[in-house]
């Protein structure tokens, strides 16, 4: 009997509980709150064409939310932004696409990559996010794989697509890298390649040349390792050949500075990778002087010298019985002081380069922080980096007014 | 067994308790998220309403002046925004359009979402990353049928909005074109000491209001000492503070803080909050010994013997000795010393003048020709050889004048009427 009435208790139990929540579903729990909201485009809206392409080919095709009209919730507080132009953000709509989601679909044959990886909001600021205190400038924004906030939209020029290229391409395929990521780790040999040499407080007074001959391909990876392998990743697909050998140039270089790193502001350092003697002569320490690269000449033979100085004859200069002009050392000089070489030509003022002291070398360590990169898309997501490189270089090369046009009759074009 | 009994007991009571219909009626008809839907519908359609212009008067911050924006909400979700301002472009009448929504956040906002040249010049952060730090989404506090109160959401300054009929003015290029003219004729950067005199009688100086960045001192204090400051906004009704004038409410009726003025028939301004504290321009007698202005004669606005006076002066300047062309002459408070500033040809002069105030705007002009103090080398010698020149010193000092302008806040032009003969007067204004 205990048995039997143990049973009917919980049955009793399991029956009361079971008319609670059908009696609380009743009541309340049927519908929900949230207003029904439709997705049925107004025909008369001042953005229909827009609105319509957006959901034709980022909400319905990627579920990306294109947010054009900006709204600050949805932005930091702490940054004072304004709005995006409708014309620009149209403009970087039909560019977004063509240089981003586009090149993904082209290198992955599918939408699906971006659709399962890619942002699902992505958010336009007219202006950029300035820290008052700082002055840095954030241009892009990519927060935890779900938004990917491209800014200073008002100030891009739709027709100059090396200048976007760097502002904006570049930007979207930093944040995404991000975005993959936070899906699937840093490779760890990446990770441990520049440990110790990261400045996330000062890595905006870093000079560019100096932290390529780091190994770090902006002053903006040399912050942290995340942004390191992001700027690794965007600059290798999106910088073209002749920025390249730029960098690989100033990354094989030595740099050293005339002022004090221990205790000057780093935004005041001067970086020289060139050093010359002061009328070429090295006897004193003191004519040691230091060049940077527009001061500087490149010879044919690989040697430099310095941009218009020649090496000065020694005071007096006299005449000598012969008529020609020699300096106190006994040297030929012209009428102006100048010292002469045995064909008669002004001696210039030879340049030597800094020696690569930092202990790195800065082209091998950009190059294996790539393979590192382009291993990791090629095992971890099944892309050939350099494929998507080759795409978007592509697309750079034969851009012009009429692709611009063309892509923007997408949108006004539309019926 | 017991504890079955009980625990079986308990369950059911607490599941009734639970599930018994609230005997209490539901305080909304429908969820927050559904009313705070309607009310974006509403609003929207609110501002949409009547042709949907509106005059929104903005302040950016605490230490700019106040901007007008007139405001055309379109049913498409477009809104073309113009203003006039010296912060806007070339300071001339620009509009743009953008697009505007009300969307719900923390309540209902107004957003105005995508950039407007006009409007966001406002809230970029221009260089530094702060610019003027002004807001670009307002929380909408309240509305009437034609007002409606918003409030900056980053700021937190309040902002009004009101409708506007098509019977204020026939464009917006048109209101900004009449402002214009409306605020020159009330506010002119070359006079000083306007006055706030509270209902009960309590007098402020009021300085820089024509930048609308107003500065404030009793009269018997010093601005150094007793100075308030508050910016504010002009519109072709009246004007704004852009917070009440706490410092002033002590002394006003009712504890009634001042922050809204109507511009009254004579030009001055009204306190609407309290029906009686009154903004005045400096009184005329006051006008005329400002260092900053320079108060030139009217050569036709001279009448009775003035004016025969005057035409004497300049005949007698064309003959000898001078044989010039006789240019004007001032009223000036100059380095000190008030007086009668002239230029004849090649020739300028001082003769000058003690001024007495008999009350704000009867004045007495003191001369004494004796005196060597009276003049400088060239308003001497014109003194004493122009028997013209001394008939005007002597009508000008003879009796009492009474000072008058139409305006009450720019006294530009002001007459001088004699108390003696009122038909012996002058014009003076200044450019």
């Known amino acids: 009997m205990k048995k039997y009435f143990k049973y009917i208790s919980a049955l009793a139990l399991v029956a009361m509980v079971s008319m609670s929540l059908s009696s609380c579903s009743e009541k309340g729990m049927g519908e929900t709150i949230f207003p029904d909201v439709s997705d049925e485009l107004d025909p008369n809206s001042y953005t229909y064409k827009f609105d319509k392409w957006l959901k034709a080919n980022y909400l319905d095709v990627y579920n990306l939310d294109f947010q054009y009209r900006l709204q600050d919730n949805e932005t930091n507080m702490y940054y004072n932004l304004e709005p995006a132009t409708l014309t620009n953000a149209i403009d970087l709509a039909v560019l977004a696409k063509y240089m981003w989601f586009d090149i993904y679909e082209e290198v992955t044959g599918s939408k699906e990559f971006v659709k399962m990886y890619g942002p699902r909001i992505l958010m336009l600021v007219g202006s950029p996010a300035i820290n008052p205190q700082s002055g840095t400038i954030i241009v892009g924004l990519a927060e935890g794989g779900i938004k990917v906030t491209l800014l200073h939209v008002n100030s891009m020029n739709p027709l100059d697509i090396y200048g976007l290229n760097s502002d904006y391409f570049h930007t979207m395929h930093h944040e995404f890298t991000h975005i993959l990521h936070q899906t699937k780790s840093i490779p760890r040999e990446f990770q441990l390649l520049s440990l110790g040499r990261y400045d996330p407080i000062n890595w905006q007074d870093r000079k560019s040349t100096v932290v390529h001959s780091l190994g770090f391909v902006t002053p903006y990876a040399s912050s942290e390792i995340r942004e390191d392998f992001a700027e690794t990743c965007a600059n290798y697909i999106t910088l073209t050949d002749a920025q390249w050998e730029r960098i690989w140039l100033e990354a094989g270089r030595g740099y050293v500075t005339d002022g004090n790193e221990d205790s000057d502001e780093m935004s005041n350092l001067n970086y020289y990778c060139f050093y010359y003697f002061e009328n070429n002569d090295a006897t004193k320490d003191e004519n040691k002087k230091y060049a940077n690269e527009n001061q500087v000449v490149e010879q044919e033979d690989g040697t430099y010298i310095l941009r218009n100085q020649y090496q000065r004859g020694v005071a007096p200069i006299t005449t000598g019985e012969d008529g020609k002009r020699y300096d106190a050392n006994g040297a030929l000089c012209d009428a102006q002081g100048f010292v002469l070489n045995s064909s008669g030509a002004r001696i210039p003022i030879t340049v030597f380069e800094v020696e690569d002291a930092d202990g790195i070398d800065g082209v091998q360590m950009l190059e294996t922080k790539i393979n590192l990169a382009r291993n990791w898309f090629r095992e971890q997501w099944g892309i050939e980096l350099d494929d998507l490189r080759n795409a978007v270089q592509s697309r750079l090369q034969s851009f012009d007014a009429s692709t611009l046009e063309d892509l923007r009759q997408q949108v006004y074009g539309q019926q | ?431």
């Open chain 2, 1 to 431: 067994m017991k504890k079955y009994i009980y625990l079986s007991a308990m369950v059911i009571a607490m599941s009734l308790a639970a599930c018994a219909p609230s005997e209490v009626e539901d305080l909304f008809d429908e969820s927050a998220a559904a009313r705070l839907d309607n009310a974006v519908n509403n609003y929207t359609e609110y501002f949409k309403k009547d042709g949907g212009r509106w005059l929104m008067q903005y302040f950016a911050n605490a230490d700019e002046e106040g901007v007008n924006f007139i405001l055309n909400f379109k049913n498409d979700g477009s809104v073309e925004i113009s203003t006039q301002n010296v912060n806007v472009g070339d300071g001339t009448f620009q509009s743009d359009v953008s697009l505007w929504q009300v969307v719900a956040d923390y309540g209902p906002v107004l957003s105005f979402n995508t950039y407007n040249k006009v409007f966001h010049e406002f809230s970029s952060p221009q260089s530094d990353g702060t610019g003027h730090g002004g807001d670009y989404e307002f929380i909408i506090i309240g509305t009437e049928d034609n007002q409606a109160h918003l409030r900056g959401k980053k700021t937190g300054i309040d902002i009004i909005m009101t409708r506007l009929g098509s019977d204020v003015a026939a464009t917006d290029a048109d209101y900004f074109a009449a402002y214009t003219a409306k605020r020159a004729k009330a506010f002119n950067a070359r006079l000083t000491d306007y006055v706030l005199t509270t209902a009960n009688g309590k007098r402020y100086i009021c300085n820089d209001v024509s930048t609308m960045l107003w500065s404030f001192y009793p009269e018997d204090g010093t601005l150094l000492d007793n100075g308030e400051y508050m910016n504010a906004i002009m519109t072709l009704d009246g004007l704004r503070f852009m917070q009440p004038l706490d410092f002033v409410t002590e002394y006003n009726e009712n504890d009634v803080p001042l922050q809204n003025f109507k511009f009254q028939d004579d030009g001055s301004l009204l306190c609407t909050d309290d029906g009686a504290s009154l903004i005045t321009g400096p009184a005329p007698v006051d006008a005329l010994q400002q260092t900053t202005v320079t108060w030139t004669f009217n050569a036709s606005g001279f009448g009775g013997e003035f004016a025969t006076a005057y035409t004497d002066l300049v005949a007698q300047c064309k003959e000898a000795p001078f044989k010039q062309t006789f240019n004007w002459m001032q009223l000036r408070m100059y380095q000190g010393k008030f007086g009668i500033y002239f230029k004849n040809g090649r020739y300028t002069g001082n003769i000058y003048l003690g001024i007495e105030r008999i009350d704000g705007n009867t004045v007495k002009f003191i001369f004494d020709p004796n005196d060597d103090a009276s003049f400088d080398a060239n308003g001497k010698t014109h003194y004493t050889r122009l028997e013209a020149m001394q008939r005007m010193l002597s009508l000008l000092t003879s009796t009492e004048f009474t000072l008058s302008s139409e305006s009450v806040m720019v006294p530009n032009p002001m007459v001088g009427t004699s108390k003696a003969n009122s038909a012996n007067s002058f014009t003076i204004g200044f450019q």
